[in-house]
């Protein structure tokens, strides 16, 4: 597997609200910076206008959708023609369950022109790990009422700790050399008028998880479908329209309580809970902060639209 190094990872919450847009929060739209790849997942309409505000920039190099309620998608084509009156040129790929062939094709229509690049279409199925350049984005089922599913973005794993100590005492001098060992290749030192082999392995530590990032969509809770593949998250961006008062209308719309959430959280050892989709009718979201607290002990957030975090290494 290659190896990665220090890529900054940002999430920009550009959307944040359920099914409703409200004044202050646009329709679902996440978009993940990682280095200078730009990914969004689900594209609620007017999400372009979001990604001027937040300064995101107008490159995605693919656009993931859960699901096609109208609310996560209908974005994509405001934002098509705008990146083709700008005169984009590289082609994007929308991945999506189900009818995604069909809702493409419908959406390049739509807009009525003939774009300046071309749109590729990928079905998510459940299982699909998708293999990227120093990443993969994994795919699982959500349960949601119609067909629906979740993406896991996760690193590559990352070079291991550069034993500084042990480079010097092989007779390395600090400087170029230590960082084409830490890149991962061997280097050739003189010792006592003879060549010597220095390979990473000598030098560096096991290699290191990468970071890994959960978006489920809306969905119920999906605990069996994200046991295997979810435990450890940097950051598990979960469905939590509604609070624990609510339960009973969670489950009629097959959306999840923020307390449930707080259980996927606390079951799957995530690091952080980003608590999104909020219905309408919370004008504050102390409430959901409070429920999955009561089952989640890492940190959790409630972002607000065009709130931007940054996911660093962790320190292992
Ligand atoms: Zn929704
Ligand atoms: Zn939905």
């Given at each position: ?128 790990v998708l ?79 990468g970071r ?68 309408t009718r ?35």
């Open positions: 597997m290659e190896i990665i190094s220090g890529e900054t990872l940002q999430i920009f919450f550009l959307g944040t609200s359920g099914a409703l847009p409200t004044i202050s929060r646009n329709l679902p739209c996440i978009l993940l910076k990682w280095g200078s790849h730009d990914l969004i997942f689900d594209c609620g309409e007017g999400s372009q206008r979001q990604m001027m505000k937040a300064r995101a920039g107008f490159s995605p190099e693919a656009i993931y959708i859960s699901h096609w309620h109208a609310d996560h998608f209908l974005g994509i084509v405001g934002l098509l023609q705008t990146m083709s009156f700008g005169g984009r040129e590289q082609a994007l790929t929308i991945v999506g369950p189900d009818c995604v062939h069909e809702i493409v094709t419908d959406i390049t229509r739509l807009c009525r022109t003939k774009l300046s690049f071309t749109v590729e279409s990928v079905k998510a199925n459940s299982g699909d293999i990227y350049e120093g990443y993969s984005i994994r795919v699982f089922d959500a349960n949601h009422g119609i067909p629906g599913v979740g993406y896991i973005f996760e690193e590559n794993m990352r070079a291991g700790r550069f034993n500084r100590e042990k480079a010097i005492e092989l007779g390395i001098r600090p400087g170029p050399l230590f960082g084409k060992l830490q890149r991962g290749s061997e280097v050739v030192i003189t010792v006592d008028g003879k060549d010597k082999i220095i390979t990473p392995g000598m030098v560096m530590g096991p290699l290191r998880p890994k990032i959960i978006y489920t969509g809306d969905t119920r809770p999906v605990l069996s479908e994200l046991t295997e593949i979810g435990q450890d998250a940097d950051l598990l961006i979960h469905d939590a329209t509604f609070d624990r008062q609510e339960e009973e209308r969670a489950k009629e719309f097959m959306h999840a309580t923020a307390a449930e959430a707080g259980i996927v959280a606390q079951t799957l050892k995530a690091h952080r809970l980003a608590l999104f989709h909020f219905s919370y004008t504050s979201t102390d409430s959901h902060i409070a429920d999955a607290k009561a089952h989640f002990s890492g940190e959790i957030i409630a972002p607000e639209d065009l709130d931007i975090i940054d996911i660093p290494f962790r320190n292992d």
